[in-house]
């Protein structure tokens, strides 16, 4: 594979950073990285490292762009919105991180366990990078739907600070100690509430019928990756005090029986998942086992007690890294796909 040249908008956020090292760690043919960052930190003199080089930031134009083969796109949804189609028009293919293409029906939204194929469908030279809890609930998820038919599901998110990117993971941090020395928090930014001893039941605005936008996620990208328009989804997501990794209870339903032993022989296999289930020896997925690694680990698999004897379903636990496989590496992924 001959070399390509690499632009990462967003590139000193905590999800840039991570793209860097994912892309070096899988050895993927970079020629060259140019990174993007903002005209404050241009002015501070801020570098990336890639390869043991420190590359300085440069602000993005659209003729910055035009020397690139793929952009991967580390930054919200208003710059990605503005920004992506002026990259695709000078010819950078875009791999976009935020929200704001997921739902385009011209723009691929592409797990590789899952639907590879659909990155040949690119009409607008944008493929989107799923929600970090879409991809950790449903790369286990899809194997088992390739069993069995899956048609609901029932899902609470324990979503960690990160999630919130470098500000969430600070604010936790000066939070745990201020509450370790007695101090009161006070404000807090940019979390709603304090986080350090405590839960939030709400990760993102009010979206429908008292569901909020992250939560309708699950829904509307879970329908679109797996090729999926009827399933049916309930998900809670509620942010809590770790640093690393998210966490979700699962309830599936699927249309054929399913079997418990049988489901744990699927996930052994699947690619993209390890199994970890061994509840009496105290072995299930934890977020400080599943952080800084690529994998979605399940485990505390069981059949739903609460259905009725003619309703197939099962209940697991998943943890994954949102930053790496829930972000970064999928995006890494989907390139390789691409070359």
Wanted: with cysteine; hydrophobic share 40%; net charge negative.
């Amino acid at each position: 594979m001959s070399g390509k040249v690499i632009g990462i908008l967003g590139a000193t956020g905590v999800v840039g950073t991570q793209m860097l090292q994912c892309l070096e760690e899988r050895n993927f043919p970079v020629e060259k990285v140019v990174p993007f960052a903002s005209q404050r930190s241009v002015d501070a003199g801020r570098t990336v490292s890639f390869r043991g080089e420190e590359i300085p930031v440069q602000v993005a134009t659209p003729e910055r762009y035009g020397e690139l083969d793929i952009l991967f796109s580390a930054v919200g949804d208003d710059l990605a919105e503005r920004e992506l189609p002026v990259a695709a028009a000078a010819g950078a293919l875009c791999i976009d991180n935020s929200h704001a293409w997921r739902m385009d029906p011209d723009v691929p939204l592409v797990i590789p366990e899952i639907n590879p194929e659909d990155v040949k469908d690119v009409k607008k030279g944008i493929i989107a990078n799923p929600n970090c809890a879409t991809i950790i609930g449903i790369v286990p998820l899809w194997p088992l739907h390739r069993a069995w038919g899956l048609k609901r599901i029932i899902c609470s998110t324990y979503q960690a600070a990160s999630g919130a990117g470098k500000p969430g993971l600070d604010e936790l941090d000066r939070e745990t100690r201020c509450v370790a020395a007695g101090e009161p928090v006070g404000a807090t930014d940019p979390f709603a509430y304090q986080l350090a001893m405590n839960l939030i039941p709400q990760i993102g605005s009010e979206k429908h019928a008292g569901y909020t936008s992250e939560e309708m996620k699950m829904l509307n990208e879970g329908r679109k990756i797996m090729h999926l328009p009827e399933l049916r989804v309930n998900c809670t997501c509620v942010r809590v005090p770790v640093a690393r990794s998210h966490s979700e209870s699962i309830t599936a339903e699927f249309e054929r029986p399913v079997s418990v032993e049988e489901a744990r022989e699927i996930l052994a296999k699947a690619p993209g998942v390890k199994l970890v289930d061994d509840l009496g020896a105290h072995v299930y997925p934890m977020p400080l086992d599943t952080s800084d690694q690529d994998l979605v680990w399940a485990g505390r698999i069981r059949r739903d007690l609460s259905a009725p004897d003619d309703v197939n379903s099962l209940a697991l636990w998943v943890c994954g890294d949102q930053i790496r496989k829930g972000a970064a590496t999928n995006a890494v992924q989907i390139a390789e796909l691409l070359v």
